[in-house]
């Protein structure tokens, strides 16, 4: 009797515990450690979207933040005194973080498709939003470049810490386009070289 009532009693859930540690510290830490199967654990939980908004408002941010610091640069350069918005400035830097965010994975998506990748564009547009915090250092250096600082240490500073994204946003793009090591070489060279010539463009 006792066996039958435990062999009738409906079967627990099990616990996915992938999911349920997957939050956003332990998520990053394996984003920013060049681990590849972190952006599959985070589409699993569902959290590439929340994930990517995060990292990429993030960056805006930090791209806010620099301009802030450095405006006293850009006024004095001015034939007057001139009256910053923080807010609006900070807001400016998150829309600029969002449409550099979307114009690079388009073109990553182009040539990454253009070989045999992933036919569709949002893997692409999440997986390097959330590689985006990667580039977080990067932001105020940009900022600094812009008002018009110049010294070796922050170009070295710069170079350093874009050596190393490489590494986050390479391994979100072949995550999303599912491409061999080679073929993914190739896309990625191709969207470096026309995303570096837009922003020598824009610098």
């Known amino acids: 009797m006792h066996d039958n009532a435990i062999a009738s009693s409906p079967a627990r859930r099990p616990l996915n515990t992938a999911n349920a540690s997957m939050n956003y510290f332990h998520a990053m830490w394996q984003v ?33 933040i620099g301009a802030l610091f450095f405006s006293d640069i850009v006024v004095s350069q001015g034939a007057g005194p001139i009256q910053f918005n923080p807010l609006m400035i900070l807001m400016a830097g998150m829309s600029v973080a969002f449409l550099m965010h979307g114009g690079a994975a388009l073109f990553c998506w182009v040539f990454s498709r253009g070989i045999g990748g992933n036919p569709q564009f949002m893997p692409v547009y999440l997986n390097l939003g959330i590689a985006a915090l990667a580039l977080l250092p990067l932001a105020p250096a940009l900022a600094a470049f812009q008002a018009g600082l110049q010294g070796s240490l922050l170009l070295l500073f710069t170079v350093a810490v874009g050596g190393y994204a490489i ?21 990625a060279l191709a969207a470096v070289v026309y995303i570096g010539c837009f922003l020598y463009l824009w610098l």
């Open 32 to 64: 920013l450690t060049w681990r590849q199967d972190g952006y599959r654990r985070i589409a699993a939980a569902n959290r590439s979207l929340r994930y990517c908004v995060v990292n990429v408002s993030l960056l805006g941010i930090a791209y806010g």
């Open 167 to 187: 590494g986050p946003l390479y391994l979100a793009m072949r995550a999303a386009a599912g491409l061999a090591h080679w073929k993914m070489v190739l896309a």
